[in-house]
């Protein structure tokens, strides 16, 4: 059985890496100041 | 080694366009909810909730439905059957993303709203998706009540209580009906200009089993209690003057048109415009009629 496999294109992968860790890192900073100024909210409506 | 997929194909996984009449939606439902006005922060947080259990949704939808995707020129290109993705990339995500969505929205607002989004989320993807879409005709009239909780959701996010005396006919519940009988109308009148892509599919979308005339006639039929509903919105007093013209008018815009679409001749070919119309105007009326209940909601407070 014959193996044909794309040429693989390690450029293309650490560019997709880099994007996707981009995008994760933009993703958490948000959740973080959402899960703020969630807390601050429900703070706000129980006092 | 495989690449990895690019994360514009997660986007694409959820469906936006589709994603954003359920935004679009749930921001009415949450706006038109009476008693005091819901928190921006809270607000928001339900929203963006909504918005990625809807994806949620789009995603766990395509990993199911990779094949009939593939064989289907409008969906061939998707992340899935185009080969930019693995279907356990896609499965992870989809399942993540809907478990988070419905305990942000939980601890955010309220649990009647996440379990309402936990069922839409379920409801589309076991009932349409899974059991309903391959089987029978009818999949998309059943199928359509998951579009038709985004308001729902939004009202309970809002409330924190959907139950009233008469729960099928309050306020949420005919926001619901109104998608879910809008449903029908517009989403025939795609399938009958993609219908080949269906058969090709092995779809059972109604054009495909009953044929092309006795879909017309059933985008008509549907078009009836649908209008009836988007005016008895107005006339059961929940909501004053502006929604109500505006219903009136764009009902009847509506009914013309699916009258034209619904006994036309179909020996006719002339590239589907009217069907196209109706389906392009069926996205535009959703939208102008959940504005107008928000405009007089807020008018009347103002």
């Excluded at chain 2, 988007?230 to 008018?249: K, N």
Aim: charged residues 15%.
């Amino acid at each position: 059985m014959t193996d044909t496999q794309e040429p693989f294109d390690l450029e293309e992968l650490r560019r997709r890496q880099k994007s996707r860790s981009r995008i994760m890192g933009i993703c958490l900073i948000g959740l973080a100041a959402l899960f703020f100024f969630i807390t601050i909210a429900k703070m706000g409506i129980a006092s | 080694m495989t690449m990895p997929a690019d994360w514009r194909d997660f986007l694409a996984l959820t469906k936006p366009r589709v994603m954003s009449l359920a935004i679009f939606t749930a921001l009415c439902g949450m706006l038109v909810a009476p008693g005091q006005v819901i928190h921006p922060v809270l607000g928001f947080t339900a929203i963006l909730a909504i918005a990625l259990g809807a994806g949620a949704s789009g995603a766990l939808n395509q990993w199911y439905e990779v094949e009939v995707d593939r064989a289907m020129k409008r969906t061939a290109g998707r992340p899935l059957p185009a080969g930019r993705m693995d279907k356990v990339s896609a499965l992870h995500f989809g399942v993540g993303l809907g478990f988070f969505s419905v305990l942000l929205l939980g601890f955010a607002t309220n649990w009647t709203a996440a379990i309402m989004l936990a069922v839409s989320i379920l409801f589309y993807l076991l009932i349409y998706t899974v059991w309903l879409k391959p089987r029978t005709p009818q999949n998309i009239v059943i199928g359509g009540a998951a579009g038709a909780f985004p308001p729902v959701i939004g009202w309970a996010a809002a409330t924190g209580d959907l139950s009233t005396s008469l729960p099928f006919i309050s306020m949420p519940w005919m926001m619901f009906l109104l998608i879910f009988l809008w449903t029908p109308p517009h989403f025939w009148s795609l399938s009958l200009f993609v219908r080949t892509d269906y058969a090709n599919a092995g779809i059972p979308m109604l054009p495909v089993v009953a044929g092309e005339t006795s879909t017309r006639r059933q985008i008509f039929l549907y078009t009836l209690p649908m209008v009836a509903c988007a005016v008895a919105i107005w006339l059961m007093g929940y909501a004053g003057p502006v929604y109500g013209v505006t219903a009136a008018l764009l009902s009847g815009v509506f009914l013309l048109l699916a009258l034209h679409v619904g006994f036309r001749s179909t020996t006719t070919d002339d590239g589907m415009k009217p069907e196209r119309r109706l389906f392009w105007f069926s996205i535009l009326y959703l939208f102008i009629l959940f504005a107008a209940l928000v405009a007089d909601r807020w008018i009347g407070i103002a």
